[in-house]
């Protein structure tokens, strides 16, 4: 099945510092990826759907100016979460659409376990 | 905004007991999805329902997408220790929607 992977898989940082998460899609195209974030015991809440060459599209309540979200390839998202905070600290999930094939089916990363300090 | 619920919200169960699992929606949903979560991870999709009243097999695992489109079950049979995750149901509107996930189902099996 198709592949997504994320860097790095865990990150600890100081408060105040920037953290830039990669997203791929190894062996197909995605047009569409999906940032979600999920705290621990909770469900995955969707941060923002980034189109490739375009702006993302960010949920109700979610920063976009603290989470920018570059989707330059068809094959990588990234997710810098700028000036962190401790309540920042979250497990980060990316998930990729194929531009062909079955719309429906998202292939989810492993997720980016961030720490801040 | 859109809602998804989930029951139970946790399971203890024997090795080898079948499980039962449901999610609804306080509105109608076009795709029904179930997703595996192991600690640390990504979840995992198991199971994909496109038309009302579905029923699709995984293996072990069947799920049903509901007449009225507000609600699917997951059943799992001959529960295995393997089977220890966070299950969690997700809906879309139309194929090229967001995915809104359910708060999950927590199954813990006693060997």
């Known amino acids: 099945g198709a592949v997504v992977s994320q860097h790095p898989s865990r990150v600890i940082c100081k408060s105040g510092t920037s953290v830039k998460i990669e997203c791929r899609s190894l062996?197909?195209?995605?047009?569409?990826m999906f940032w979600y974030r999920q705290f621990p015991k909770q469900s995955l809440m969707l941060m923002a759907t980034?189109?490739?060459?375009?702006?993302?599209?960010?949920e109700q309540g979610v920063e976009k100016d603290k989470f920018l979200i570059n989707h330059a390839s068809l094959t990588l998202s990234t997710l810098t979460v700028t000036s962190a905070h401790p309540e920042d600290s979250s497990f980060y999930i990316c998930?990729?659409?194929?531009?062909?094939?079955?719309?429906?089916?998202?292939?989810f990363g492993p997720g980016t376990r961030l720490l801040v300090l | 905004g859109q809602q998804l619920n989930q029951s139970p919200q946790s399971m203890f169960i024997q090795e080898g007991e079948d499980v039962s699992m449901n999610c609804t929606s306080s509105?109608?949903?076009?795709?029904w999805l179930w997703y595996k979560q192991e600690p640390g991870e990504g979840p995992v999709l198991l199971i994909a329902?496109?038309?009302?009243?579905e029923l699709t097999s995984n293996g072990r695992l069947t799920a049903q997408f509901g007449i009225t489109r507000k609600d699917s079950f997951l059943n799992i049979s001959a529960s295995i220790p393997s089977d220890v995750g966070i299950y969690f149901c997700?809906?879309?509107?139309?194929?090229?929607?967001?995915?809104?996930f359910g708060p999950g189902t927590s199954l813990s099996v006693i060997p």
């Open positions: 062996d197909f195209q995605a047009t569409t």
């Open positions: 997700a809906g879309q509107r139309t194929s090229y929607d967001k995915v809104i």
């Open positions: 998930s990729a659409r194929p531009g062909t094939g079955n719309q429906e089916t998202q292939y």
């Open positions: 509105s109608i949903f076009n795709t």
């Open positions: 329902l496109y038309k009302a009243g």
């Open positions: 980034s189109n490739e060459g375009s702006k993302a599209t960010y």
